[in-house]
């Protein structure tokens, strides 16, 4: 019963990253289609970039406590791409270079959505996995 509770939460988690990064995606498009101002988009971006980061980095640990060491192994990369944009301080959105950086910008956030959809899958496949072992026994 205990893994299928943590697979529950691990699944809880990546949806919680994936809505994440959908927020800062739909603002930047926002401010690609000049819906919002550069001040406004930003500071919406910015206020949630670091719980992104205290997530993955809770959901990597998550992982290496348990000893699912393949799922560590899978979201470690992700994690040590977060903590070198902190490290170098280039996780936060500037509002002087929102409009020079914004492809950029939208092209990181397609990419920790596309790996964050693989970690999803292999996390929905060991949930279901955990549920029929459950039922079995």
């Not at 699944?11 to 550069?38: A, H, K, R, S, W």
């Not at 944009?85 to 280039?90: A, K």
Request: net charge negative; glycine share 2%.
């Amino acid at each position: 019963m205990a893994a299928l509770w943590f697979w529950l939460l691990s699944f809880f988690f990546i949806v919680g990253l994936l809505c994440t990064l959908g927020f800062q995606l739909m603002c930047l498009v926002d401010l690609e289609f000049d819906y919002v101002n550069p001040y406004d988009s930003a500071s919406r971006i910015n206020m949630v970039i670091v719980p992104e980061f205290v997530a993955q980095g809770v959901l990597c640990f998550f992982y290496l406590l348990t000893g699912n060491w393949l799922m560590f192994l899978f979201s470690l990369p992700y994690l040590c791409y977060n903590v070198r944009l902190y490290i170098r301080r280039q996780h936060l959105v500037d509002v002087t270079e929102i409009y020079n950086q914004l492809r950029w910008e939208k092209k990181r956030r397609f990419f920790k959505i596309a790996y964050l959809l693989i970690l999803f899958f292999l996390s929905l496949f060991w949930l279901l996995w955990s549920v029929t072992d459950e039922h079995d026994d």
